[in-house]
């Protein structure tokens, strides 16, 4: 049983960082797409960014050059650097794997980020 487990979410104030880890415990990380998703309520859930085995990278336009997503395949951790933050970055932020040889897919259960003075 694949698990992904979150942390780093909170409250912070706009302008500030936040950076979110995302462990896939017991389980190894290659041949995967890991990626974020975000969803704010009221709305559908969207993309924040992703990241292949091989280290190619895909964002979000509204986050385009304010967050940084990366992985440690040695520790199955996937980790987005989340920087200059605005209110609208509010929402529940998602840890997503895609096997890329059988294409599972699976999710975490979310963490909680908002964006408040």
């Known amino acids: 049983q694949v698990q992904l487990l979150e942390s780093g979410g909170g409250l912070v104030q706009p302008g500030g960082s936040l950076r979110l880890s995302c462990t896939s415990p017991?389980?190894?990380?290659?041949?995967?797409?890991m990626g974020w998703y975000r969803q704010a309520p009221g709305k559908e859930r969207e993309l924040v960014a992703t990241?292949?085995?091989?280290?190619?990278?895909n964002y979000g336009d509204s986050v385009k050059g304010r967050f940084t997503i990366s992985r440690d395949n040695a520790n199955s951790t996937v980790v987005l650097q989340m920087n200059s933050l605005k209110p609208e970055d509010t929402a529940v932020y998602y840890c997503?794997?895609?096997?890329?040889?059988?294409?599972?897919?699976?999710w975490g259960q979310g963490t909680q980020v908002t964006v408040a003075s």
């Open positions: 017991g389980s190894r990380i290659s041949f995967t797409r």
């Open positions: 997503n794997r895609r096997n890329l040889i059988n294409r599972n897919e699976y």
């Open positions: 990241i292949t085995d091989s280290g190619t990278t």
